[in-house]
């Protein structure tokens, strides 16, 4: 069954400091991967997206993702964080097809530290 | 600019009241999708649409159920509603196959 999994519920960091957020999937083909950010009383915006070639993706708001297929993982980095980007992030797999479902991860809670 | 338009950003009804939840979409996409948001939980599927008049389950369905008339309208509708249907509602639609999904602002519906 596809999935995705988000280990990390609630994560803290300072500001400037480096950010990693986790993501792996499961998944029967190759899998068409996003993450989205969700500030709060929002929908969701697209951060980055990839479907296929260079493993390192770059997005929005200087956000950047790398798809390793070895290990299934999809994790979102930024080197440094601002206070705005205190948000929630999903990371989400497909539609494979036309009549496909998205399915998400259960979410990243980032705060940042003063 | 893309975009989706939910009817209402905060709903508050009583048990046991009908509830529709409408969602629009001006980018003449085919699929359309309700999800339910809930701490913890991440973004749950309650149904999703691929064309006019069609509809397939999601992984939430009980409860629910949608229409969908024309293209650009996805209805969400709650025939009896129970205070664990409180959540956040998120309505998205994409174009087709490995396309991102655009969201609407979510509509939290408070059931009391």
């Known amino acids: 069954a596809q999935s995705v999994t988000q280990p990390d519920i609630h994560i803290t960091v300072s500001e400037g400091a480096s950010l990693e957020l986790r993501c792996n999937y499961s998944?029967?083909?190759?899998?068409?991967l996003f993450w989205y950010v969700q500030s709060p009383g929002q929908g969701l915006q697209l951060l980055l997206k990839?479907?296929?070639?260079?493993?390192l993706v770059q997005g929005i708001k200087g956000f950047e993702a790398e798809f390793k297929r070895s290990q299934s993982s999809f994790n979102l980095r930024k080197p440094s964080v601002h206070w705005s980007d205190a948000a929630e992030y999903f990371c989400?797999?497909?539609?494979?097809?036309?009549?496909?479902?998205?399915?998400f991860g259960s979410g990243t809670r980032l705060s940042i530290r003063p | 600019d893309v975009k989706v338009t939910q009817s209402s950003r905060y709903l508050v009804k009583r048990t046991g009241e009908k509830v529709f939840l409408e969602c629009v979409q001006d980018m003449d996409h085919e699929n359309m999708f309700w999800y339910r948001q809930d701490p913890g939980l991440g973004l749950r599927l309650i149904y999703f649409s691929y064309d006019v008049k069609m509809k397939e389950k999601g992984d939430i369905p009980e409860g629910y159920s949608v229409s969908r008339e024309k293209k650009e309208r996805f209805s969400l509708i709650l025939e009896s509603t129970s205070t664990n249907q409180t959540s956040m509602y998120l309505c998205a639609s994409t174009t087709g196959v490995n396309t991102e999904a655009f969201f609407g602002q979510g509509t939290r519906l408070t059931v009391v």
């Open positions: 989400a797999v497909g539609p494979y097809s036309s009549a496909s479902k998205i399915i």
């Open positions: 998944y029967g083909a190759t899998p068409y």
């Open positions: 990839y479907f296929s070639g260079d493993t």
